[in-house]
């Protein structure tokens, strides 16, 4: 009875678990890189979007400068969803996500100067980009902003 033959190929419980306990402090170490990872590509994400949305703004008013006339350009704006703050004499549209456009106009001889901003959120917390052109715009009338 006193013949036992040991078997090696195998690992103990106490090997196991070791090795386990090893791999979680590993896995422990690296946590915050991934959080920072995750973090960075939101913001990335949310950079991209405004990104984006004012491009497609300023496509949007160069499509308007071919083919509306200047003194309608309010009209059109409005008509579009944009509503005007008079204080700050700009076009103001608000986004579902938690974006705001504004779009200011200032006659510059006889060109028109659009200033694009994309806010992230709608109390304008942050400037998230900024887009200017100078467009010559169909049948320009002398107003001196719209």
Do not use: C
């Amino acid at each position: 009875m006193g013949n036992f033959s040991k078997n090696n190929k195998g690992l103990t419980l106490v090997e196991i678990l070791v090795s386990i306990a090893l791999l979680g402090i590993i896995a422990i170490a690296f946590l915050p890189l991934f959080q920072l990872s995750a973090i960075a590509l939101n913001r990335t994400e949310h950079k991209l979007e405004a990104t984006y949305t004012g491009k497609d703004t300023m496509e949007l008013m160069y499509n308007l400068s071919l083919n509306t006339n200047y003194n309608d350009l309010e009209e059109e704006l409005i008509s579009r969803g944009y509503y005007k703050d008079e204080i700050n004499n700009v076009f103001i549209y608000e986004i579902a996500d938690d974006k705001r456009i504004e779009l200011r106009f200032t006659n510059e001889g006889d060109l028109v100067r659009v200033v694009t901003k994309v806010y992230s959120e709608i109390n304008r917390s942050e400037l998230e980009t900024k887009y200017e052109a100078y467009y010559t715009w169909a049948n320009k009338g002398n107003s001196n902003e719209g």
